[in-house]
């Protein structure tokens, strides 16, 4: 479908491209330099724009980073622990502070009854009393588990609900979130074909395999799903699946490949990272904080996916002095 939508343009949709493109919308709009906040994947361009254009940068805040040193393996590896380490502290939330709201009682008991769901769920999926609804398949409730980790303030009520009813058969809160807030996964894109209201996912896909070289045979894969099932389970596992996608992509896996920051002469950057990230772990954050020349890291001792906006006044007057005023940040700065 990318190639038929898209063929003479889809090579030129990786990160180092649209770098490129917002130096011309940083000349377009008459700055002499840029003045940069990017989240997420937005850590990514905001670091190719550093090594290409180093001298144009005037400020640079990476929030949520992204470790351009990491191979496709290990950047699966790294997210699906993310998430791991984000349910074992749902799963500590639900048990101590959520009270009634929680189905289990203990972490412990938190853990087993989601390992017993995604059993339930790859033997058959879970049901729902809403016909408007899909039922609840393994990889569902996996995307609405890893869903709610992004923002806890948000979800994680709705998901000890939803949870608890599943428990007892019924799944109509899960695919309630599944259609709401969760990725459309392949299964439910399959079943019922719709019209895209956005391209999120399908372009989230054409960057990161033109950004990052990938196996074109799948033996690696497969070699790399025991370590991760060892590190993260299922969480790792799914990672490194979905990396499979960029094996047979068809214009060509990597034109980018995996190194550290080589941007000298650019001025101190400034990376956020979230000690309980579950998409972009804290040690990613801390990694691209030391691979920038004068690189300053800011720690937001939290959960959930970025700080910038969540994070309370801490964070934003610190990044918003930096961006404005050009204020750096002292070392071992944490909010």
Known sequence: ACVRGSRAVLPHVGT???ARDLDVLRAALGDRKLTYLGWSYGTSLGTSYAEQFPHRVRA??????MDPALDWRQRALSQGTGFRRAVDDYAEYCADIAGDSCPGSSPEEMSELLDGLYERAARAPLPVTDDELYEVDARTLLDVVTGAMYSPEDDWEELSRALAAADDGDGTRLARMAESDAPATESRRARRPRAAAENDDGAIVAVSCLDVPHPRTAAPYWKALDAAEKAAGSYGTTSVVDELTCKDWPVGSGAGH????RADGVPPVLVVGTTGDPATPYEEAESLAGQFPGGMLLTYDDIGHTAYGRGGPCVS????????DGKRIRPGATC
């Open 16 to 18: 180092a491209d649209a």
């Open 60 to 65: 640079l805040a990476l929030d949520g980073a």
């Open 258 to 261: 995996p190194h550290r920051v």
């Open 317 to 324: 007057d610190a990044v918003d002095a930096y961006l404005i």
